[in-house]
């Protein structure tokens, strides 16, 4: 008989603990304190995470040898097209299989979609479709307009999605909208804002823009400060998180005032050039060489507080179109968390501002007891070998729409995914199971406080990269 690790479980209304034992260990190594070390993680049967420590008994085992056991990413922005018209490019089916080929184990998704997410019957008809094809977990945000029910959409949403320019989906409130009597609504229910900020009055309406680079200076950036900037005398009280980011002075803007933010891979990764074609322009655009290498370099430092792919398929027919007639944004969710491990394992990236980044702080900001690997937690976990670098192609990846702007980079992708405990992926393939649920914000939140695994250092192996000269991880708060 094994001995029995110290997980508990609450019985009835009694507070009677009960041992549990793990119905799995894994061992692998993990990051903790800044430090790579061995570890193994006791599961529960119903994926919780009971203990974490050098050695755990009982339960199946699983080897994971030298390869490093990071928690599962969470994606707070993604467009997964569902519902939309026959002939879409995506559902939430294909969305989440990408996702957790990606490393995304949970996943916010947008309200721009067809019909739009405008009303509670659309918000809970679109739930059923995301829990009937979902592989991964999700939250659904509701579009935030002047006849929005704020109230309703509050207690059954995970937030709202304020489009202050125009973007696929047309949801955007007229110039001159006075949004101050709404903003006051949505900040008596607590319920966050995510925020497209692009303030329409400053475009460049007579610019005809032909390439990324007219359509940068065509929604300029400075058009991003000044919305931000239009919101701070109206966001008392409000919980306002700043959507893909663009400049590092809008971010510290936003961060001044309270806000959350996050940066997608395009833009840490990419700038805008003459000589890219439509597939390269997203809302808002792509920035200079200069605005990206300074905005990469504040998230280095952790002042970008969370990264999200902002993934938005658009079939290569509609993006082959004029470029002033074709559509914004490009998908990402697959790519995402490899492109920045990638970064990581180069040098460029220490691993603990990644890992809070893509999975500790958003998961923090939705209330979910997940993105870390801890007592307590969800079993939502990725198995990374950072010897596993690939070449991105479109051909490899899951993407119904095809393309992919990062084409040819490196990245690298989980070899494993686990999520609370169940394989979803392995080998890099995909062997999930309708595993994904949906969920609200503070789901779960009342599990017990994660306590600190028993810290053993080790040699550093020669899969993972050198986290020792990386900040230990920052404080979770956004
Ligand atoms: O590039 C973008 N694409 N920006 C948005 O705001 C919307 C998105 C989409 O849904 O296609
Ligand atoms: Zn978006």
Redesign the pocket.
């Known amino acids: 008989m094994p001995a029995r690790s110290r997980g508990s479980k609450l019985h009835g209304r009694q507070n009677v603990h009960v041992e549990v034992e793990p119905r799995t260990v894994f061992a692998g190594r993990i990051l903790y304190r800044g430090r790579i070390i061995p570890a193994e993680l006791g599961v529960s049967e119903e994926g919780r995470i009971l203990k974490v420590a050098p050695s755990v008994r009982g339960g199946r085992r699983v080897d994971l040898g030298e390869a490093l056991l990071l928690p599962s990413a969470i994606d707070l922005h993604v467009?997964f097209?569902d519902p939309s018209p026959p002939g879409s490019v995506e559902d939430f089916q294909s969305g989440t299989v990408q996702a957790a080929l990606g490393g995304v184990g949970a996943v916010v998704d947008?309200p721009?979609t067809d019909p739009p997410t405008t009303s509670v019957e659309r918000l809970e008809e679109k739930g059923d479709r995301f829990r009937a094809k979902a592989e991964v977990d999700g939250l659904l945000l509701a579009a935030l307009r002047t006849e929005t029910r704020v109230e309703e959409l509050a207690a059954q949403g995970a937030g709202f999605k304020l489009?202050m320019?125009p973007?696929?989906?047309d949801l955007a409130a007229p110039p001159g909208t006075d949004l101050r009597p709404l903003l006051e609504r949505v900040a008596r229910t607590g319920a966050p804002v995510h925020v497209?900020a692009e303030d329409p009055r400053l475009f460049q309406e007579g610019l005809y823009a032909v390439d990324p680079e007219g359509w940068a200076a065509k929604r300029p950036a400075r058009s991003e400060i000044s919305a931000v900037r239009s919101l701070l005398p109206l966001a008392e009280g409000l919980r306002l998180h700043l959507?893909?980011a663009t400049t590092v002075e809008a971010v510290e803007l936003a961060r001044g005032a309270g806000w959350s933010v996050e940066a997608t891979p395009q833009h840490l990764l990419l700038a805008a050039t003459a000589h890219q074609d439509a597939r390269w322009?997203?809302?808002?655009p792509l920035r200079s060489v200069a605005e990206r290498d300074a905005l990469f370099g504040s998230f280095k430092t952790g002042r970008v507080t969370m990264l999200a792919s902002?993934h938005?398929?658009?079939a290569l027919s509609e993006k082959e179109r004029p470029f002033p007639e074709a559509?914004?944004?490009?998908p990402g969710v697959e790519t995402m968390l490899p492109l920045l491990l990638e970064k990581v394992r180069s040098g460029d990236l220490a691993l603990p501002t990644l890992v809070a980044a893509a999975a500790r702080r958003p998961a923090l900001f939705l209330g979910l007891p997940r993105g870390h690997l801890a007592a307590g937690m969800e079993a939502n976990f990725l198995v990374v070998d950072f010897r596993d670098k690939t070449r991105i192609r479109a051909r490899d990846l899951h993407a119904p729409c095809g393309w992919t702007a990062f084409e040819g980079r490196e990245g690298i992708f989980p070899r494993a995914h686990y999520l609370r405990g169940r394989q979803i992926v392995e080998d890099g393939e995909f062997v999930g199971d309708h595993t994904g649920l949906l969920l609200s914000r503070g789901d779960g939140a009342g599990a017990s406080l994660p306590a600190a695994p028993t810290p053993r250092t080790a040699p550093r192996p020669s899969s993972s990269p050198n986290p020792s000269s990386a900040p230990s991880v920052p404080s979770p708060s956004a």
Not at 281 to 284: F, L, R, W
Not at 327 to 330: K, R
Request: charged residues 10%; without cysteine.
């Open positions: 467009h097209r947008m721009n489009y320019a973007t696929t989906g497209h959507a893909h322009k997203v809302n808002p902002d938005a398929p658009h559509p914004s944004g490009m």
